[in-house]
Each structure stands twice: as C-alpha cells, then as structure tokens.
C-alpha cells in the first residue's frame, strides 16, 4: 500500500505565490507517477500536472502553463507544486495522486490508485 500526506495549502492574493508538496509512503517504490488535480465547488475535477517517477517527464494543463512547475525528490518520495501569479479561478481543493500501473493514467483522475486527503487553495481578487 501507499499512502500519500499533503500539508495545508493556503490563502494568497491574486499574484501571490503557494508550494504544495505531497510526500508517499509504503510502497512507494512502486509508483510509475504522480500527479496533482483540482476541484473547485460545482465542477469536476481536473488534472493540474503530472510527471514519470526519477524527474522523468512532465505534464501541464494549459491554463497554468508558465505558472506552475512539478517537481520530485525521489529521495524522499516527495512531488512538489510551485504555483505563482496565481489567479482566482486557481481557486479549489487541490490533491495529489500516484499511480503504480504499467502506463500512467495521465490526466485522467479514475486511473490513479491512491491520493492524498486533499488541501485548500484559496486566491482572493
């Protein structure tokens, strides 16, 4: 099994910047990727980024395209997401995910196996 701990997001101003970081544990060998999703009340939830276990390489969504970066320490199993010039429509609950199958599910958020329990971003105008 893997489980997967985020600290608390946070409330900025539009422009303002906020890390997120995810850290796995367990099984964590096993990974193949990790990714970070959003939603906001109301909508469905989407793919923000994600990227291949070992910095392998990464995905982005288009409207955080310049704004956002992953990352990963693979030696301590942690995923990172620098988020800056953030806007209010960043606005949601975002969560990290890991995904131990053979091809990597990507941006759809069915195919991931295990998540983190969620933290809040909230972007004030």
């Known amino acids: 099994q893997v489980q997967l701990v985020e600290p608390g997001g946070g409330s900025v101003q539009a422009g303002g910047s906020l890390r997120l970081s995810c850290t796995a544990s367990?099984?964590?060998?096993?990974?193949?990727?990790m990714g970070w999703f959003r939603q906001a009340p109301g909508k469905e939830r989407e793919s923000v980024a994600y990227?291949?276990?070992?910095?392998?390489?990464?995905y982005y969504v288009d409207s955080v395209k310049g704004r956002f970066t992953i990352s990963q320490d693979k030696a301590t199993n942690t995923v990172y997401l620098q988020m800056n010039s953030l806007k209010p429509e960043d606005t949601a609950m975002y969560y990290c995910?890991?995904?131990?199958?053979?091809?990597?599910?990507?941006?759809?958020?069915?195919?991931?196996?295990?998540w983190g329990q969620g933290t809040q971003v909230t972007v004030s105008s």
């Open positions: 995910a890991a995904d131990s199958a053979w091809i990597c599910s990507g941006y759809s958020p069915s195919g991931y196996n295990y």
């Open positions: 367990g099984h964590a060998y096993s990974i193949n990727c």
């Open positions: 990227i291949y276990s070992g910095n392998g390489p990464t």
